[in-house]
């Protein structure tokens, strides 16, 4: 079957952030990663899928531009990209792209919400969690084994395995999952906040929120080159001062991880096929 004839998922990627110098000659920006990655996934889905990007760079420091809610409020997936930049800062860009957020949380209750790092750091302050620093200042870099919940299980389809691995790269971290209290009137009373993994550093991994959100602290798109540079515009730029525990970092880039099965996962989320994760959910 040729791509065009496929059915499609059509989605937003908001890029929060400019790839490296040497990602943006081999592979393009964080949009074009992420296509490349999801085409590959709905290649794989059963029956395959389409996937059509519409990339929006929103750093206006940057030069880029927070779309308004008319123009992307009839687009059903939205994924948030990661960034060099914090979750819990209050850049102007920031701000107008959590009142974004905000308007198409509460007119849009079709819209399927997705965000990678910073991304899933941003949808989760939207309700209210905190997002901070490690305590002890340490990075989460590179290759990581992550715990999952059984609703992770499900929603990674890997009901027999506990855990996946996934590229990290971050300090800053969710401190406690969002609650209805905390969302200051987004969430219901009623709303079921799950979070699908841990790890000893970062206790939130992602939420799923059900047919709503679906985040990931991890990198899924991230390959062996794009870890070595990532790793080293943060030491070059020193905001990542233990050298040692970054070369250690680089040494696990080349290892086998489950991004492509992160891709897999949300894309069924953005295509209504977590069912299973649904039912998991409800016994909780």
């Known amino acids: 079957m040729v791509v065009k004839d496929l059915p499609k998922i059509r989605m937003v990627v908001l890029e929060t952030d400019e790839t490296p110098p040497d990602t943006q000659k081999d592979k393009g920006n964080y949009g074009q990663v992420l296509h490349h990655h999801f085409s590959k996934a709905g290649l794989n889905h059963n029956p395959p899928l389409g996937v059509e990007t519409d990339r929006r760079f929103v750093v206006t420091e940057k030069g880029g531009k927070v779309p308004t809610y008319d123009e992307i409020k009839d687009c059903h997936a939205i994924l948030m990209t990661g960034s060099c930049y914090d979750a819990h800062g209050d850049n102007p860009w920031i701000i107008e792209l959590m009142n974004l957020l905000r308007e198409i949380w509460i007119n849009n209750p079709e819209t399927k919400l997705s965000g990678v790092c910073f991304g899933h750091q941003l949808l989760c302050r939207l309700f209210g969690a905190a997002v901070a620093p490690e305590e002890s200042g340490k990075w989460e870099l590179g290759h ?63 939420i799923f929120i059900e047919d709503r959100v679906f985040t990931t602290q991890a990198h899924l798109a991230f390959d062996e080159d794009m870890v070595h540079r990532e790793i080293q515009i943060r030491v070059d730029g020193g905001s990542l001062k233990d050298l040692e525990h970054a070369e250690r970092a680089k040494e696990t880039a080349h290892l086998e991880h489950d991004g492509d099965v992160a891709a897999a996962a949300i894309l069924r989320f953005f295509h209504g096929e977590d069912s299973k994760a649904v039912e998991e959910a409800k016994r909780k």
């Open 144 to 206: 990581s084994k992550i715990d999952l919940t059984p609703v992770g299980q499900q929603l990674f389809d890997v009901p027999e395995t506990p855990y996946v691995y996934m590229h990290q790269m971050h300090l800053d971290h969710v401190t406690a999952p969002p609650t209805p209290n905390s969302s200051g009137g987004l969430l219901s009373k009623d709303t079921k906040v799950h979070v699908w993994g841990s790890s000893p550093h970062t206790s939130v991994q992602g």
